[in-house]
C-alpha cells in the first residue's frame, strides 16, 4: 500500500511543475494566558521570529520521514517609533526553502509593521508589503492583529486575538523558488518534494504554522 502511494504521488509530481499565483486568507481567533502588555511586547520584537519553533516549518512524505520545506533565516527590524503605546517599524524578512543555497531564490520581503493602543484594553498590530521595496516571491502580504484584555468571552485574565493574514503569491518567483528547491534531489526524490513543496505549503501551511508557534509561546 505504501508503494502504491508513492506511486500516485510520484506520478503526479512528475506533471510539469508550475507554478499559479495563489491567494490565501487565513483567519485565527482564540484566547490566551498573557497580559495584553505581553502581547504587545511579543509580536513587536520582529528580530525573535526567526528564533521561534515555528520559523522552521517540515512536513512527513511518505518514505522519506520529515523533510524541512521552509526556514526563516533572518527577521531584522528598524523602527521609527518604539514606545509602550506604538511602534512603527519596517521588517526584513527572508526565508530558506529546503536544499537551496542560492541566496537569489530565497524568498524574501519587506514589510512596513505598525501597532497602536486605542485603550488600555485594546490594541490593533498591522503589517503590508512594501511593494515598492525589493520582494521575491510574494505579490502582497497584509496582516491584522486585534488583542483585547479581558475579553467576556475569554476566561478570567486571558486576552483575546483574532488575525487574519492576506498573501498572494507571484505565480514566475514560485516557480523559479520549487525549481531550485528540487533540482538537486535526483530523478526520484526531486519530483516528490517538488509534489508537496506547493504553494499551499508555502503560504498557508507555513504561516498558520508560524502564527500558531508565536500564539502558543506568550
Known sequence: MKFEKLLMILSLALA?????????????????DATISRAHEFITNYDNY??????????????????????????QSRFTAQTAAQTDA?????????????????????????????????????????????????????????????????????SRLIYRLILESNAGEVTQIKKAATSLLGPIIGPIVAYFFNEETFFRSYYVNFYDSWAKAL
Open 50 to 75: 526567526s528564533k521561534l519553533p515555528g520559523a522552521r516549518f517540515e512536513k512527513s512524505v511518505p518514505g522519506f520521514g520529515t523533510m524541512p520545506m521552509l526556514t526563516m533565516v533572518k527577521s
Open 90 to 158: 519596517l521588517v526584513w524578512v527572508v526565508l530558506q526553502p529546503t536544499n537551496v543555497t542560492d541566496s537569489k531564490v530565497y524568498p524574501r520581503f519587506l514589510i512596513h509593521c505598525t501597532s497602536a493602543f486605542d485603550s488600555a484594553a485594546h490594541f490593533t498590530h498591522a503589517c503590508n508589503l512594501a511593494n515598492e521595496k525589493q520582494h521575491f516571491g510574494l505579490a502582497n502580504f497584509t496582516s491584522t492583529l486585534q488583542v483585547t484584555a479581558n475579553a467576556d468571552d475569554c476566561a478570567a485574565g486571558q
Open 16 to 32: 510539469p511543475n508550475l507554478a499559479f499565483a495563489v491567494n490565501v486568507t487565513v483567519d485565527d481567533s482564540r484566547c490566551v
